[in-house]
């Protein structure tokens, strides 16, 4: 399984941006995919995830301001994110679980999923003024 992230790039404070990635390869068994995030100087962090029956979970800080969706015909996820703030910077990384988890474990344990699923490159977003 393979992902790639596109979709980043600078905003200012209050802007708007979404994230795309697209899942290729042995997909079948791909049942939870989601967006972790890493800041500056900081640990990674869970940003949301959505499994095959759309189910969503949402870390703290995208919590009604970031949606997490999925187009299963075109094998892509997306994160639309509103009201960036400058905390918002960050490396995004999107991850496409290759073994079945929990989907929720994408959010709440970032840094113990890391043999379960396959990542991407990455994909910068800058908020600043």
């Known amino acids: 399984v393979q992902v790639a992230e596109s979709g980043g790039g600078s905003v200012q404070p209050g802007g708007s941006l979404t994230l795309s990635c697209v899942v290729s390869?042995?997909?079948?068994?791909?049942?939870?995919m989601g967006w972790l995030r890493q800041r500056p100087g900081q640990e990674r962090e869970g940003v949301a995830s959505?499994?095959?029956?759309?189910?969503?979970t949402y870390g703290n800080s995208a919590e009604g301001r970031f949606t997490i969706s999925q187009d299963n015909a075109k094998k892509t996820i997306y994160l639309q994110m509103n009201n960036l703030n400058t905390e918002d910077t960050a490396m995004y990384y999107c991850?496409?679980?290759?073994?079945?988890?929990?989907?929720?474990?994408?959010?709440?344990?970032?840094?113990?999923?890391?043999?379960?699923?396959?990542w991407g490159q990455g994909t910068h977003v800058d908020v600043s003024s």
């Open positions: 991850v496409a679980a290759v073994r079945r988890i929990p989907c929720a474990w994408v959010v709440a344990s970032p840094n113990g999923i890391a043999e379960f699923v396959s």
């Open positions: 390869g042995e997909t079948s068994s791909t049942t939870c």
């Open positions: 959505i499994d095959s029956h759309d189910l969503t």
